[in-house]
Every structure is written in C-alpha cells, then in structure tokens.
C-alpha cells in the first residue's frame, strides 16, 4: 500500500527507533517488545484541552514494523473497525523514547480499509 509506504519513508527520514512494550501475563509476567520507527513532538498549548497534558508527547508510528514483529503475538485479530485490535498500543503499554519510559494515555488508529497503517499515541511520562 502506497500510504504505509510514504508514512514508513517519513518516519525513517524524520523519525527515530522507539521501543513499543506491552507487559503480558497474571503470574509470570513477561514484556513483549517491537523496536518501530516513530515522529515523536510535544503537544502544542492550543493542544492542551481535555486529557491532554503540560510534558504528555505525541508519537505516530508506523504499523509495518508492528505488522512485521507480529506484536504482541497470539492474539487474533479482529475485523477493522475493532476497538480490539491486539496491535494498537492500549492504555497501560510502554514506550521507550531515547532511553525515556513513557506510559500510553490512549491510541488512535488510522486504517484504510482492512489495513492498519498508522497509530497516534497521546504518551505521558
């Protein structure tokens, strides 16, 4: 898909690797990993409304490295539009930005038909 790749071709031009963390299981909890590209920015003042808050980052990724990692595995995928959709980062999940850890607020993904193509992430920490 031709979107995808001029996100992706942006993302390596302009971005930087960030780690995407998702800790899974009761008992032995274990983190699932997917190093991706990412456009990491501060949320402007005008921003600021709602959820969003003073030092909170805004950080679209690409979902090819995601797609590629199988991130975070063994989970099916359901039918877009899914709130469930196993691959879109979810409140509670980490981001490694430049050795920083940052805690997912909420995700918003962007699908072109059935295909998953881009991920916004309101980030805080």
């Given at each position: 898909m031709t979107f995808a790749r001029d996100i992706d071709q942006m993302l390596r031009s302009d971005g930087q690797q960030i780690i995407l963390r998702r800790t899974v299981g009761t008992t032995n909890r274990t983190s699932v990993d997917c190093t991706c590209w990412a456009f990491v920015r501060g949320y402007a003042r005008d921003d600021m409304?709602?959820?969003?808050v003073q030092g909170?980052?805004?950080v679209i990724i690409s979902t090819t490295d995601i797609i590629r990692a199988q991130w975070p595995g063994g989970q099916p995928i359901a039918s877009p539009p899914s709130s469930t959709d196993p691959?879109?980062?979810r409140a509670g999940d980490v981001l490694i930005i430049q050795g920083r850890t940052r805690t997912v607020v909420e995700a918003s993904p962007l699908?072109?038909?059935a295909d998953l193509v881009r991920i916004d992430i309101q980030a805080r920490g």
């Amino acid at each position: 898909m031709t979107f995808a790749r001029d996100i992706d071709q942006m993302l390596r031009s302009d971005g930087q690797q960030i780690i995407l963390r998702r800790t899974v299981g009761t008992t032995n909890r274990t983190s699932v990993d997917c190093t991706c590209w990412a456009f990491v920015r501060g949320y402007a003042r005008d921003d600021m409304v709602g959820a969003v808050v003073q030092g909170d980052s805004h950080v679209i990724i690409s979902t090819t490295d995601i797609i590629r990692a199988q991130w975070p595995g063994g989970q099916p995928i359901a039918s877009p539009p899914s709130s469930t959709d196993p691959r879109v980062p979810r409140a509670g999940d980490v981001l490694i930005i430049q050795g920083r850890t940052r805690t997912v607020v909420e995700a918003s993904p962007l699908y072109i038909g059935a295909d998953l193509v881009r991920i916004d992430i309101q980030a805080r920490g």
